[in-house]
């Protein structure tokens, strides 16, 4: 078995879903344990319950990932009167971390929504309400004979991405001027000399959370001592994330087969749904968990159905008439998220103990 830190495992699920990705009312993250602390294992869940840590504790796993925080709202004492604080308690007393991935896992392109889309067997999908005021660009100016090396350094690091293209950039060359001061180290041109440069202004963009990373890699790969660089906010939706997502079905189905094929995708004994349209369903939009904020754009973007795990009554009053509503039920339609860490985990460590919690975590029951 690979001997892993707890940090090792949190780093591979951030490079998928980022934290800077999750919305502003969430709580993404490490929320108990120590990150350097070597890990036996990990035990994937949606829910951190006492039961789940217990079955932690019982096969001597000392890491649990979860989609649903522990920790989402404050905290002011830890008596052990709550469940919660419960957890707390135990997970700390036999030293069980727990790391929650949740709206950074809902809103990344490949995450929740997306696997559920794959669950259905939709094609050609994109995001349904992207996100906005979230990307860069980024403007370098590098020696002519550098500019490949730079380009793939910036490449490497996952830059350059516009919606299913990657290796993006915009080259243009010209000639730069600079005089070096009496403390400099230029690499090209003398102290006290103007020295007039054949550069090349590599443009490309990036996600608002690689800004740090960008810089850093600029101040390590390029050759100047202080590189010459802008980094611009853009309004441009960026489909790299967002909320929900809109695909199509290989071929159209009717209404009833279609809920049918959902209700045993997602082992479901009941369905609800809005009237039924009578004309079949071909593009559908979809949100993991609570999506019923996303009904509007499902209708703006001619969906025949939109399914998510939460619907309120007067949803499905105003828009009966708009669009078929489903409701998978909030736990059933995350369900599969288990599957994407498991994914994450294996694929970069494939001997490491990665194993899924048998504890069944949803608290609603059904007659």
Known sequence: MTNLSIRQIIQAIEEFAPTALQENYDNCGLQIGDPEAMTSGVLLSIDVTEEVVEEAINKNINLIIAHHPLLFKGVKSITGSTCVERIIIKAIQHQVAIYASHTCMDNVREGVNQKIAQKIGLEDTTVLDPVSDKLLKLRVYVPIDYASEIRTALFSAGIGHIGKYDHCSFNAEGEGSFKAGETCSPFRGKIGQLHYEKETCIETVLPAYLKTKAIQLLQKVHPYEEPAFDIISLQNQWEGAGSGLIGKLPSAMDERSFLQHIKET??????????????????????????????????????????????????????????????????????????????????????FATYYSMVETNPINYL
């Open 266 to 351: 997602f082992h479901l004994s009941t369905l609800k749904h809005s009237p039924l349209h009578n004309r079949p369903i071909k593009t559908v939009a979809l949100c993991g968990g609570a999506g019923a904020f996303l009904i509007k754009q499902a209708v703006n973007k001619g969906a025949d159905i939109f399914l998510t795990g939460e619907i309120k009554y007067h949803d499905y009053l105003d828009y009966q008439s708009q669009i078929v509503l489903s409701e998978i039920g909030h736990y059933e339609s995350e369900q599969y998220t288990k599957e994407i860490f498991y994914d994450i985990i294996t694929k970069k460590f494939p001997t």
